[in-house]
């Protein structure tokens, strides 16, 4: 059986296309440090990444409202700071969540505009995270919401490559199961 993601709890096939684009960039991930912001309550990414990123020896911080990123989550392992511009500095890679509004309507945030002023990265809120740190989303973005023009397609966004590197990491996992025969 392979989980393609399964509703607010995991997605290990996208930790997996996640992991794939950070190492293709930095090789280990002893001591890195990735904040994951944006609606952490309802994201099965959150989990499947810092799963993953923890046994591979990175820090990480979840990043969002209190209503879409309650503090027992730090009972997972991570750090929980409601605080972007803390999460955010000296971060060596950002991971976006999509801030799913089909959600939304049972209060969890006061406006998408409020939401955005508070916790959208934006260009100034990125200048805090380490010069050559990454930013990533597993999309769809909402655009001007949790996530900057700006920001997603600047020169530090490997969106486009988590993109690619989906179809890879995909077709791996179904390799593996069909125990090595061509999928062809």
Known sequence: MINAGDGWHEHPTQALLDLLTLRER????????????????HSRVARSNLFALRKLGAKVTFCGPTALCPDDFSTLGATVEHNVEKALKNADAVN???LQLERMDQGFVSSMSDYALSYQLTPERA???KPEALVMHPGPINRGV????????????VIL??????VLARMAVLSLCDDG???A
């Open 26 to 41: 930095w090789g280990s991930f002893k001591g890195r440090k990735i904040t994951i912001l944006g609606d952490i309550r």
């Open 96 to 98: 976006v969540l999509r």
């Open 127 to 129: 200048a805090l995270m």
């Open 146 to 157: 949790e996530l900057a023009s700006e920001v997603a397609d600047g020169p530090r966004s």
């Open 161 to 166: 490559e988590q993109v690619a590197n989906g």
């Open 181 to 183: 025969r061509s999928l």
